[in-house]
């Protein structure tokens, strides 16, 4: 055993390297923030999008008549304009040859527009009575409506039956109505329609009081006195003959430009006001109506007033008339900029989630053709590596140098050695101390005096990194052949051969072994296995196969000594030296391959802080590696192979598709709590069994035991959406140019040697 650069007991400075990491750890909660309300951002466009649509707080319930002993008589025989004046209720009749012609439901961008142009051509104005969230998301269509001098009114924001809903509801639906229309034509409206009402004899007690509430706050209800029935669809004919008044009467009459196909209703409608104007009828709007009332009572105050106050008595009517016959207010202050932004907010929901629901459709199917394509891949991988006649060519049984970068390792390190000590292949040890600071280098040159281990060498130098650790080992090695391990893992006897055998052929430059969780025994450990096994057996397999492998792991890869020295060593360019390492063999024309006999017993993170921290570094690095080696994509032959094939597919499978796959759980949580529980539901276990398929058919790849997989529901429940946020913060650290260094896991040195081997 040799020993080099003796340990220092004095305490040392912090060095470079521990100074930037704790700066970047600093710099990573704004990120973390900023993540989080990405996240809430997505969330609030979500249920905005969702109550615009009624899938969030819809509320389908309609009354069928519930008594009317509470309304006033007046009222129910009245005319169907029902105002209020000094608390009490009047009512208003369209005068005789009159109609006021009404829409309801709308806008609706396929059909408002071809009324409004109907309108326009016979110059007939109409009041439209609009649904909010109809308003905030086609407000262009509503500007239009006002500035060709046509009417609006509320028709809730929601189209709920008021009756059922509470007061702060009633006046949720109406202010936000009034917002949508300050946002979208500069105006508010006193005027007022309530959803499945018709004439005022079918006022009952429930929606009475909300008609008295309203009408004492300033709105006029509006009612009818002809409807069309268009909403059946009973053809052109029917619509025209029922929205015809009897007689010469004057009507009210409803037609709907949304909520459903109105074809019928957009070819009657030319043909009605023509036949209406043939029986010298003439339109007007609401407010027209209650004007033609006004006027006719200032006309008879005129006649009955007493000679010499006419002219004071008009005047001061005037006024008032104007007041209460103006429907249309303009939107000012707080009104119009809190409008202006409802229908801002709108317009970017209305854009986020159908992109998203697009980009949820992308992910899907490329999530279900990944497993697909695993599944085909592995077991093609494992059928051609497991003939009798498969072979790396001569069996390689020369020594190789085993290198293991240790940084306070002092809890894992006997373990590690005592694990080499067992080595059924010739083996030297070098253990690069990357100045500890709790005796590691003691440690390991006491294991191996009590092993009787004289191959083992402990280098100690002033704390580097890992990389700087591999590099001093790999220009220290003995041998043509180095294997580079952690300091946490343990291997079995057999592992090094095995490991070793591929390099039979020239062309392999360096080859993965199979990693596994060795504290697998707590719900952390238990999930990682799973991910491990899936990512050992199912991805490295597919990757072998097509000659791409992105990742040589750092808890057990071999490697040729001049391919390392070749393409410069280990770098420091990034957190992912490992990545970075294998796909610099990649483009040196060097072929990487997966070893899946030669196992490796490393100890996986033991809480979930420790476990973000490692993510974090991995998926960052990956993403500097990437980047890194982003010319790959021009490279030209061989070494351009994983430009080609491998670098697409961990861009599409390992950064673009989880980055978006948060969407197939956002969407789900969402589908179950306000659309579809259980078709939702039914889609998750479909996922889910996807999942358990391909996990059971990579335990079975493996030999291991399937109770583990009973752990799988709730990895993807909690663990899987935790790697998202890790990878979605780790794409945030990227885009704002953020640094990160290697940080030191906290281990417990529970993994030794597994039970039954060796």
Request: aromatic share 8%.
């Amino acid at each position: 055993m040799t020993t080099t650069t003796p340990s220092r007991g004095r305490r040392r400075a912090p060095t470079r390297i521990e100074r930037a990491a704790g700066k970047a750890a600093a710099l990573q909660k704004p990120r973390v923030i900023l993540a989080l309300l990405l996240l809430l951002g997505l969330t609030s466009v979500m249920l905005l999008d969702g109550y615009l649509r009624a899938e969030v707080g819809g509320d389908e319930r309609v009354r069928d008549g519930a008594g009317s002993s509470k309304v006033p008589d007046k009222i129910l025989n009245g005319g169907p304009i029902i105002s209020f004046r000094g608390g009490q209720a009047t009512t208003t009749s369209v005068p005789a040859k009159t109609i006021a012609l009404t829409f309801d439901d709308g806008p609706n961008p396929t059909y408002t527009p071809q009324v409004l142009k109907i309108l326009e051509k016979y110059d007939v104005p109409a009041t439209f009575f609009v649904v909010g969230s109809m308003v905030s998301r086609y407000p262009g269509i509503v500007k239009d409506m006002v500035d060709q001098g046509d009417e609006v009114g509320i028709h809730t924001f929601t189209h709920v039956d008021l009756s059922y809903q509470s007061d702060a509801r009633i006046r949720r639906e109406m202010t936000q109505t009034q917002l949508a229309l300050a946002g979208a034509a500069g105006i508010t409206t006193t005027l007022f329609r309530a959803p499945y009402s018709s004439e005022t004899d079918a006022i009952d007690n429930y929606s009475w009081p909300v008609y008295e509430k309203l009408g004492k706050e300033g709105y006029t209800s509006v009612f009818v006195d002809t409807d069309s029935d268009d909403w059946k669809k009973p053809g052109v004919s029917k619509i025209v003959k029922w929205a015809t008044p009897s007689g010469t009467s004057g009507a009210s009459v409803l037609m709907h430009d949304a909520g459903g196909d109105r074809e019928q209703t957009i070819k009657a409608l030319p043909e009605y006001i023509e036949k209406m104007r043939a029986k010298g009828y003439t339109f007007t709007t609401i407010s027209g109506v209650i004007e033609a009332q006004n006027a006719a009572a200032r006309a008879g105050q005129q006649a009955n007033a007493p000679a010499g106050t006419g002219g004071q008595l008009q005047g001061g009517n005037q006024s008032g008339t104007d007041r209460l016959q103006a429907a249309h207010r303009e939107a000012t202050g707080a009104t119009l900029y809190e409008g202006k932004a409802l229908v801002v907010a709108v317009a970017v929901a209305e854009y986020t989630v159908p992109t998203l629901s697009v980009g949820l459709v992308i992910v899907g199917v490329a999530v279900m053709g990944r497993f697909g394509m695993m599944l085909i891949l592995a077991r093609r991988h494992y059928r051609l590596r497991n003939r009798r006649r498969f072979s790396w060519g001569p069996t390689v049984t020369r020594p190789v140098t085993v290198i293991v970068p240790a940084y306070n390792e002092k809890e894992c390190i006997a373990n590690t050695l005592e694990s080499l000590a067992k080595s059924t292949h010739p083996i030297e040890v070098i253990v690069v101390d990357d100045g500890s600071s709790d005796g590691t280098s003691e440690i390991a040159r006491e294991a191996a005096r009590s092993l009787g281990m004289t191959n083992v060498r402990v280098i100690r130098q002033e704390n580097a990194g890992k990389p700087a650790a591999l590099n001093n080992g790999v220009r220290s090695a003995s041998h043509d052949i180095v294997v580079m391990m952690d300091g946490d893992t343990v291997f079995e006897p057999d592992t090094v051969r095995q490991l070793v055998q591929p390099f039979a052929n020239p062309e392999v430059g360096a080859v993965a072994g199979n990693a596994k969780v060795g504290n697998r025994d707590t719900v952390i450990g238990a999930w990682q296995h799973i991910e491990y096994v899936m990512g050992f057996n199912l991805d490295r397999r597919m990757y072998d196969l097509l000659r791409c492998m992105p990742t040589i792991p750092g808890a057990i890869g071999a490697f040729r000594r001049e391919a390392v020295l070749q393409v410069g060593g280990m770098s420091e360019d990034t957190l992912a030296e490992d990545t970075d390492i294998t796909i610099a063999m990649h483009r040196a024309g060097w072929r990487v391959v997966y070893q899946e006999h030669a196992r490796a017993w490393t100890e996986a993170p033991g809480s979930l802080k420790q476990l973000w921290s490692q993510r974090y570094r991995w998926s960052y690095g990956t993403m500097q590696a990437l980047w890194k080696h982003r010319k790959s994509l021009t490279d030209k032959g061989p070494s351009g192979r994983f430009g080609r094939v491998g670098m697409p597919l961990v861009v599409i499978f390992q950064i673009v598709t989880p980055v978006f796959a948060p969407l197939i759980d956002v969407f789900t949580a969402y589908s179950m709590i306000f659309v579809d529980f259980r078709a939702a539901l039914y889609a998750w276990l479909a996922v889910l069994g996807v999942q358990l398929v391909c996990a059971a058919y990579a335990f079975k790849l493996d030999k291991e035991k399937y109770r583990y997989l009973l752990m799988m529901p709730l990895q993807q429940l909690a663990y899987r959406q935790m790697m998202y946020l890790v990878l979605i913060h780790s794409c945030i650290t990227a885009l704002t140019g953020g640094r990160l260094r290697w940080q030191k896991l906290k281990r417990t040195g529970e993994v030794g040697t597994p039970a039954g081997v060796g």
